[in-house]
């Protein structure tokens, strides 16, 4: 069963798989384990772009081809629904049309992006993709009338999606998980208390229906692509990133399967795009356009572990983990560095994101694999040690990390 | 290409000659010298749709901007064609410049920047484009120590450490100067415009900006040098064979490493003298301003083909030229224009314009 639903493709690492039940239990358990408006944010924006980065790493990790225009199929999603919803009405008829339609755009837009990518060479693919999201961001930014200009537009869900909508009548109960680790490191002793404190009244709401659709579509996308990597196709896609022209040779049409692999990426992005406008309600070229954005998407794959599509699931949680809290672990530090110029300066809360690029340059040197191929490398060194192959050293080779 | 073109008619009568040559020669001049060709479509095509002064006044605004494009670009191209190295850091060093000459002239030497003599603005100008130059040089010189070199060859790691070390480099910027945005007044001498005297023919009562015409001088300049160096001195020759090929320059016993961190420095200040020209002429400098001119700049490398600088030239002719036209035209399309036709060139010639590499 397990085997089925994972493609055969399992964590193959005690910590990873660790780290990733913890993932997954805070993810589908989030709104009853994490209390406040904040933490649900963060969670919806966990689930939207494990899809984004999942979709991102079939490209950059299974095929090697670096696209800067990923941001621009889920802006195509997220304004598709908007603008649906704005001209239609708050009906799911609406969000059904601009998702079709959105989709359209992506694949017509997609298949061009990878047709183009006949003609030119990888190196300048990653350029022309950058240009290309340029000129479609400057677009939606002028053409405000429609779009709504640098302000963006506020998507009106359907009733059943708004905090308005209660499907239970009495609050469920929820515990606090921040609050109850703090309280068992403090005052362990007074455990009767803690676990009062930590309780808190969930009034399921519509934004929680959202969420868990959000939660259905992330597992959907990250298992099916888990599917697709690990299917011949998959084996494929892997045999052009090792060497495209040995892949020729083979007789695969490399160029059809790259465009595949593009306009793949490209309708799943859409589709994560309208689930945040729908998760977020309110899109504007900042929030789902902006070249930073797309830098974010990169980082999270490569942090995570390029060619693993576990990766998307680590390095977007990591990743907007540190988004949304390493600031605060800044300000705590700050406390302590006030007073001295420069540092006080560099560990400003305002910067957490240099912190975050001298990170990710320095694991791109040390740990190319990313956190998941790095913990699979762990393990499989240890296995080996434990149980050397009868073989000869040759049976199993111990992957050197690359530098 | 020019043997056809030459034995093409000889078998042919002569009036047959006489009446084919300008296609002829047209469709010599659209496969050979493709950015000559281009420019001409481009000048030829808005002078008809716009009105003559007009047209004028845009064009030097156009060649203006392509010159400031044109010092931005030149580094990355050579970059790229040298060690094949895709710096996606150029921005922050555009940035980085820009921040450079602008403390320069908005702190430190403020008073002569602000003074009417134009002696005096000298004062202020050159070394703030001096210091734009050299910060972004140095700046440049530990960027390629500690990034770039233990990357060489891998074109994806490329392309991460270099996005990874343009957020440093741009959070940086805003460590030390602050992130909000600094006005810089351009100095007294550069700002006003020159006015064409009524009486003159044709360009009689235009209003050309002193600063453009400026940025054209410096731009020229700076071009007319860069292929001085490149096509008359040694280290030029070394430069152009590295480009050819790596490795047999390499075996020749010249230390490329060393000739690519020349470049990668000379680069990193031409850029930053592009940023504080840019700087100047936008009057206001954000720590995101490099990125903003990263995509002219991407295009400008594309279309000029990468690893040529006669190429960087033209590509960023004309692609500030179309940003004034099509801007003039229809303000909102001028991005789209510009990618328009970065894609169409591409169609075209995949290479680019003047292509020197083969990718």
Redesign the interface.
């Given at each position: 069963m397990l085997r089925r639903i994972l493609s055969e493709d399992y964590p193959r690492s005690k910590p990873l798989t660790a780290l990733l039940l913890i993932i997954v239990v805070s993810l589908v358990l989030g709104p009853f384990l994490f209390d406040g408006i904040r933490a649900f944010t963060t969670l919806g924006m966990i689930c939207v772009f494990i899809m984004v980065v999942a979709a991102y790493d079939l490209m950059l990790g299974y095929t090697h081809i670096v696209s800067f225009a990923h941001t621009m199929f889920f802006g195509i999603g997220a304004y598709g629904v908007a603008m649906a919803i704005e001209s239609m009405g708050n009906s799911f008829g609406a969000i059904l049309v601009g998702l079709v339609g959105a989709l359209a755009i992506s694949f017509v837009l997609s298949l061009l992006l990878g047709l183009l990518s006949l003609r030119v060479k990888a190196i300048f693919f990653a350029l022309v993709t950058l240009a290309v999201a340029f000129a479609f961001l400057s677009l939606v930014t002028q053409l405000y009338h429609v779009t709504g200009g640098e302000d963006g537009m506020r998507v009106r869900v359907p009733r059943e999606l708004g905090p308005a909508f209660r499907p239970f009548e009495a609050p469920l109960p929820g515990i606090d998980i921040p609050t109850l680790l703090k309280g068992l490191l403090t005052q362990p002793w007074n455990l009767g208390q803690v676990w009062q404190e930590s309780q808190f009244d969930l009034r399921f709401n519509g934004r929680n229906v959202m969420y868990y659709v959000l939660v259905a579509m992330a597992t959907g996308v990250f298992l099916f692509l888990l599917r697709l990597v690990n299917s011949p196709f998959g084996r494929v896609l892997q045999a052009i990133r090792e060497n495209e022209f040995r892949a020729e040779a083979l007789g695969y049409r490399t160029v059809v399967y790259r465009t595949a692999v593009v306009i793949l990426a490209a309708l799943v992005a859409t589709l994560a795009g309208a689930g945040f406008a729908l998760i977020n309600r309110y899109v504007n070229p900042e929030n789902t356009l902006n070249f930073e954005l797309m830098v974010f998407i990169l980082l999270m794959c490569v942090i995570g572990g390029m060619g693993t599509v576990y990766g998307a699931v680590v390095g977007s949680t990591l990743f907007i983990l540190a988004q949304n809290y390493l600031q605060d672990l800044l300000k705590w530090v700050g406390q302590y560095t006030a007073g001295i110029p420069v540092v006080e300066n560099l560990l400003g809360a305002d910067h957490w994101l240099l912190w975050f690029g001298v990170l990710f340059v320095l694991s791109v040197y040390f740990f190319p694999a990313g956190v998941v191929g790095q913990l699979r490398i762990w393990s499989m060194r240890r296995r080996s040690r434990q149980s050397p192959p009868p073989s000869g050293p040759a049976a199993e080779p111990e992957p050197e990390p690359q530098t | 290409m020019t043997e056809e073109t030459t034995a093409m008619p000889m078998s042919d009568t002569g009036a047959e000659r006489q009446r084919r040559r300008p296609i002829e020669w047209l469709k010599d001049v659209r496969d050979n010298k493709a950015h000559l060709f281009l420019l001409g479509i481009m000048l030829l095509a808005s002078v008809a749709v716009i009105d003559f002064r007009t047209w004028l006044v845009l064009t030097i605004s156009g060649v203006a901007m392509g010159a400031m494009l044109f010092l931005m670009a030149s580094g990355m191209t050579l970059t790229f064609g040298l060690m094949s190295v895709?710096n996606l850091a150029h921005g922050a060093f555009i940035s980085l410049g820009a921040f450079a000459g602008g403390t320069v002239l908005a702190f430190w030497l403020d008073g002569f920047a602000g003074s009417p003599s134009f002696l005096l603005n000298l004062v202020a100008i050159v070394p703030a484009l001096l210091f734009a130059a050299v910060v972004a040089g140095v700046v440049g010189l530990v960027f390629e120590k500690l990034?770039i070199m233990?990357?060489y060859g891998d074109?994806?790691?490329q392309?991460?450490?270099t996005?990874?070390?343009s957020?440093?480099l741009m959070?940086?910027i805003?460590?030390v100067w602050g992130?909000n945005e600094i006005p810089v007044t351009r100095p007294d001498s550069l700002s006003g415009a020159f006015f064409v005297p009524e009486f003159l023919p044709l360009i009689g009562g235009i209003v050309l900006e002193k600063y453009r015409l400026v940025a054209v001088v410096l731009g020229l300049a700076i071009y007319a040098a860069m292929l001085w160096v490149i096509d008359r001195t040694r280290i030029g020759i070394l430069i152009r064979a590295g480009v050819e090929s790596r490795e047999m320059v390499e075996v020749q016993g010249y230390r490329i490493h060393l000739l690519f961190l020349g470049v990668f420095v000379a680069g990193s200040a031409l850029a930053g003298l592009g940023g504080v020209m840019w700087g100047m002429y936008k009057e206001l400098l954000t720590p995101h301003m490099g990125?903003e001119m990263?995509?002219s700049v991407?295009?400008v490398?594309?279309l000029g083909g990468?690893g040529s600088i006669r190429g960087c030239f033209y590509g960023a002719l004309l692609v500030g030229l179309i940003n004034l036209y099509i801007g003039f035209v229809e303000?909102?399309?001028?991005?789209?224009a510009?990618?328009?036709l970065?894609?169409g060139v591409?169609?075209w010639r995949?290479q680019g314009l003047i292509p020197v590499i083969k990718?």
């Open positions: - | 895709l990034v233990p990357v074109h994806l790691k392309i991460l450490v996005v990874g070390g957020i440093i959070q940086l805003e460590v992130p990125d990263m995509i991407i295009v490398i594309i990468l303000p909102r399309l001028a991005a789209v510009t990618v328009g970065m894609v591409l169609m995949p990718v």
